[in-house]
């Protein structure tokens, strides 16, 4: 007796159709995204005159090698050394306070602030002295 063979059916095979206007928009989706990864610029923030948000009565000034920190409506100022480490990283060492409450921030002491994110006037950071780990934003006024 012949054996009896069924005929196997070949599978088929599924293929990915793109139209023109498909591979256009996905070639122009690409094209936007790369360029939302470029890299941030900080050089526009080494000086200038800066506020914590717009409404903030405490004003940063920044020239040069020295940053001060001070209050418009109380009578204190603190008073730092800034030492870019890189376009977008520093240090900063209390020089001098008279912040009647004191701060956390001691004479001597140095924290290292790193610009993490920047958008048109403003920038966002995360600052760390010790083991405390501080992120703010902090808005070009001036």
């Known amino acids: 007796m012949g054996k009896n063979y069924k ?3 070949t599978p088929k095979r599924k293929y990915i159709s793109f139209s023109f206007k498909q591979l256009l928009f996905s070639i122009g ?3 936007v995204l790369s360029g939302c990864s470029s890299e941030k610029d900080c ?15 405490v004003r940063i000034l920044r020239t040069g090698n020295v940053q001060k920190e001070y209050s418009l ?3 204190w100022m603190e008073v730092t050394e800034i030492h870019w ?3 977008c990283s520093y240090y900063l060492t209390l020089k001098s306070t008279t912040h009647p409450d004191g701060t956390t921030f001691k004479q001597g002491d140095t924290m290292w602030v790193e610009i993490t994110a920047t958008d048109g ?3 966002e950071f995360s600052a760390a002295l010790g083991d405390q780990v501080y992120n703010n934003t902090m808005i070009k006024i001036d």
């Open 121 to 123: 006037d403003r920038y």
């Open 85 to 87: 480490t890189d376009d």
């Open 29 to 31: 989706a690409l094209a």
């Open 7 to 9: 005929a196997q059916s």
């Open 43 to 57: 050089s526009s923030f080494h000086e200038g005159e800066y506020s914590y948000t717009k409404d903030s009565d």
């Open 73 to 75: 409506t109380d009578d």
